[in-house]
């Protein structure tokens, strides 16, 4: 769970580092602070609160890569037009 919320945090962070921005870093502090607090409180029994990690956290992490490789992948094509107009 914890190398989880860490990755999630990070890929957060890392998004359009070409920004430098307080909300990257806010935004990432406050999905780790949520994640980590939601799995702490145990609402449910400990062995569901297992296969909710299991299930939610792979997910959870391929969506915010899939968002951060959108974000790069534009972040490279306009770096690509930018580069093929001036040259």
């Keep these: 769970m914890h190398e989880g ?3 999630i945090a990070m890929i ?3 998004c359009d580092f070409s920004k430098r921005s307080a909300n990257r870093l806010l935004g990432a502090g406050l999905a780790a602070l949520f994640i980590h607090s939601l799995f702490n409180h145990f ?3 400990p062995l569901v609160m297992t296969v909710l990690q299991i299930i939610i956290l792979p997910v959870l992490a391929l969506t915010v890569f899939e968002i951060s490789e959108k974000g790069i992948k534009s972040w490279l094509d306009a770096g690509f037009v930018a580069a093929s107009l001036s040259g």
């Design 5 to 7: 919320t860490i990755a």
């Design 12 to 14: 957060i962070l890392m």
């Design 43 to 45: 609402p449910v029994s």
